[in-house]
């Protein structure tokens, strides 16, 4: 009954976007902004064809191998700051306000480093990954009560045995969190990236689309775009959800 | 100061002085960062020449004109939303998915739709950090205890009186926690439209630092966008610490 | 030794009240209390002791005019009370109902300045009270950095100050430790004695009815109802030392017999309690 209640609210929201989106268009014009069924039609046409493909896939590598570094760096620097309570006092602060830092602004120095090239984007990507993933690393690891350790040593487990049985089924739903955390940002990263200075990739194509004026292909790409993230988010959160409840 | 504060202080300044030294002894090219200490001359240089304090006031100015329209609509419609149960079960899930969707998306739909100008871009401001507020006051709604109800009755207070006098303080910490995010949420929209396309602003005038090469003016401003982002947010931190621990509510 | 003579006019009544709870959303309603008759002296200290979820919240909620009975008249002071706290009632929440954002004085004047009392006699009253309290030394603290035992102090002080006549006291010490009970016990006593007003005290713990109240109230599960009211005839000058009285021990037991059966049924072992 939860269930279709959440089904029957996310419908509803979506109904309300398109009622708002063709409000919109109603009031500022067909130019500027296509009304959603020719924006959907089109968006039929532009998802199969080539060009599209190419684009897509040229956002799909560089995301995958940003989140791979952000995933990666994050759960290390998360860990190593977890279990050394010194360096997490330390950098705790600095990671927080690193995180708070529109990045955007150092996309130059990240362009001057590596010109623009695929490793550019993929690191400009990490870059808004990697703290999340650490953070909330970081403070699973913290959180962990400490008679759960206790409990451990009294069924002498082994040093493994307590991190596999013990320590990474405790930490694992706030680290499921940054991870999704991470990749959410991942993605806004790799898109910032591709809309600054790129000559491929859907955010390049948005920006594109839009110094030609052509804001059917703008908007299809940015609803394409929006329902990658929703769906990706949806089904992180259900894992989540599931990963919870269990505690 | 403690003891891990000295660290970190160490810490940053280790940092700063191994990016010197390597930007000295040329093992980092000129040309792809310069050191810091030039930054920070250019920097110095480039607020007393006064040719670009415009541009910074501009942006600063939008990024606390979003953050206000942000803290404020944000906090009006918390309430709004907070009152109506059935409507706040149905925007949940746009709350959770909100922050996953790079709204950035739709900036470059915001130009066609309202021209380049400041419109968009305080536009962007306010969609990055309104959500942030909303969804912090009805957190703060949320927590406001019960039994303040029941003592608004013994002490017979109105509505109004009970909303002002009890829900505002008890939900105060969680607005503040919005308030800070607020800020820094605008802060980041504002910079990034202006950096990706905008007519004017800091972001924008980094980005042709970038394409004249012109690297001490590029990160000269840099520089300041980050000591000015990390004071403010640094400040916020404090204040809402501060707040946090007055009212014993665990401390992040 | 002299045994304490409260006033024999009524100062407050509950007669053939109860209350149910109307079903939710296709949830079954509850019947949580009732009927019940209950007439408080004027100036006596009653406690009301029960299983958990026997009503007994419902019925301080009720005789504070916090909830509508369903059914039946309540009364205060002569006069019914209707969907409204009547002035001259105080209630002290079981959960901690100090304002965090305000200081210890601010709490505790804050009651009278919502009446608009004039500044001087506010100062008066809540210095008295903070004094009478032991919180002199903490008017300036915020409720975060004081014991639970104190924040419900401060509670108290807020309470004092709009000086009641009859105080409510819903399992004020529920959250404190068994030692902080027994002297926050002392406290209410003196309160009691000091300021003559009637008290009744909702609790589940028998020792601290038994220890504080002229009469207790034994409630069954839900619905709540009296199932007996034992007199204690303690004098009016009493404190903690009286748990190792032998009528102490005499009244805990009396009342444990009128509810282990019902504590059982609340806890769902209604055969046990029934054989």
Redesign the interface.
């Known amino acids: 009954m939860i269930a279709t209640n959440r089904a029957a609210d996310t419908v509803i929201i979506l109904i309300v976007l398109l009622l708002a989106w063709q409000a919109l268009h109603q009031i500022v014009g067909a130019t500027a902004l296509p009304s959603p069924v020719p924006t959907l039609a089109y968006l039929a046409k532009l998802v199969p064809s080539e060009r599209f493909a190419e684009n897509a896939w040229a956002t799909l590598v560089c995301f995958f191998y940003a989140l791979i570094l952000s995933y990666g760096i994050g759960l290390a620097i998360g860990v190593w700051m977890g279990v050394h309570r010194l360096s997490g006092a330390v950098g705790e602060p600095i990671l927080i306000s690193l995180y708070t830092l529109p990045k955007v602004t150092l996309y130059p120095v990240v362009l001057l480093i590596f010109g623009l090239s695929l490793s550019g984007r993929v690191t400009f990507g990490a870059m808004h990954g990697v703290l999340p993933v650490a953070l909330l690393t970081m403070s699973a690891i913290r959180n962990i009560p400490p008679v759960y350790l206790k409990s451990a040593r009294t069924l002498h487990l082994s040093r493994w045995q307590t991190i596999l049985t013990v320590l990474f089924p405790a930490t694992l739903p706030e680290v499921v969190v940054g991870l999704r955390i991470g990749f959410t940002l991942t993605l806004l990263g790799v898109l910032l990236a591709e809309m600054f200075a790129a000559k491929q990739g859907l955010g390049f194509l948005i920006i594109n689309a839009m110094q030609l004026l052509q804001t059917e292909e703008m908007v299809a790409v940015a609803v394409v775009l929006f329902a990658f993230a929703a769906v990706a988010n949806a089904l992180l959160l259900w894992i989540e959800h599931r990963l919870h409840r269990r505690v | 100061m403690s003891r891990v504060g000295w660290i970190r202080i160490a810490v940053i300044a280790i940092a700063i002085a191994l990016l010197e030294a390597s930007c000295r002894l040329g093992l980092i090219d000129h040309r792809v960062v310069i050191p810091p200490s030039e930054m920070a001359d250019a920097l110095v240089h480039l607020l007393i020449s006064g040719q670009d304090n415009d541009q910074i006031l501009r942006t600063f100015g939008i990024v606390v004109l979003a953050a206000v329209i942000s803290a404020i609509g944000g906090f009006a419609l918390g309430v709004i939303i907070h009152a109506l149960p059935r409507v706040r079960q149905s925007l949940d899930p746009f709350f959770a998915t909100y922050y996953a969707v790079p709204i950035f998306i739709f900036y470059p739909v915001m130009i066609v739709i309202f021209g380049l100008s400041a419109i968009p871009i305080v536009l962007m401001g306010v969609a990055t950090a309104i959500v942030a507020m909303i969804i912090a006051t009805l957190n703060g709604l949320d927590r406001v205890p019960q039994v303040l109800t029941k003592v608004a009755c013994v002490h017979r207070m109105g509505r109004i009186a009970t909303a002002l006098l009890l829900k505002l303080p008890a939900a105060a910490p969680h607005l503040f926690t919005g308030l800070k995010l607020a800020v820094s949420y605008a802060f980041i929209g504002v910079i990034a439209s202006e950096f990706i396309l905008a007519p004017a602003g800091l972001g924008r005038v980094i980005s042709d630092a970038y394409t004249d090469f012109d690297n001490r003016k590029m990160y000269a401003l840099m520089l300041l966008l980050i000591i000015v982002a990390t004071v403010v947010n640094m400040f916020l931190h404090a204040v809402d610490q501060h707040l946090a621990e007055r009212r014993g509510i665990g401390k992040a | 030794m002299s045994v304490a003579v409260p006033g024999e006019d009524i100062h407050a009544s509950l007669s053939d009240v109860t209350r149910v709870y109307p079903g939710v959303a296709g949830t079954p309603a509850v019947h949580a209390l009732g009927p019940v008759d209950l007439k408080l002296k004027r100036g006596e200290f009653f406690a009301v002791v029960g299983p958990s979820g026997c009503g007994k919240t419902t019925l301080l ?1 009720v005789l ?3 909830q509508q009975a369903t059914a039946g008249t309540v009364t205060f002071e002569g006069r019914p009370i209707a969907g ?2 009547p002035d001259g ?3 002290v ?5 100090s ?4 200081t210890v004085w601010d709490n505790a004047a ?2 009278l300045r ?1 009446n608009g009392v004039d500044p001087a006699k506010i100062r008066r009253r809540v210095d008295d009270a903070l004094a009478f309290m032991g919180l002199t030394d903490f008017a300036r603290a ?4 004081l014991s639970g035992g104190m924040r419900q102090r401060v509670c108290i002080s807020r309470t004092l100050v709009l000086q009641p006549r009859l105080i409510l006291l819903d399992e004020p010490f529920g959250a404190l430790d068994a030692q902080t009970r027994l002297l926050m016990g002392d406290e209410v006593l003196r309160l009691w004695r000091r300021t003559g007003a009637t008290i009744l005290l909702i609790t589940h713990a028998l020792d601290e009815a038994a220890m504080l109240s002229d009469r207790i109230g034994a409630m069954s599960a839900r619905p709540g109802r009296f199932m007996e009211i034992v007199a204690t005839g303690w004098p009016r000058e009493r404190d903690s030392k009286i748990v190792s009285d032998a009528g102490f021990g005499e009244i805990t037991g009396r009342l444990w017999d009128n509810l282990r059966g019902e504590s059982m049924k609340s806890l769902g072992h209604s055969g046990v309690a029934a054989g």
């Open positions: 909620e504070a005019g916090l409204k706290v009632i105080g209630v929440f079981q959960e901690d109902a304002f965090p954002w305000l804050f009651g919502r915020y409720p975060a950095q």
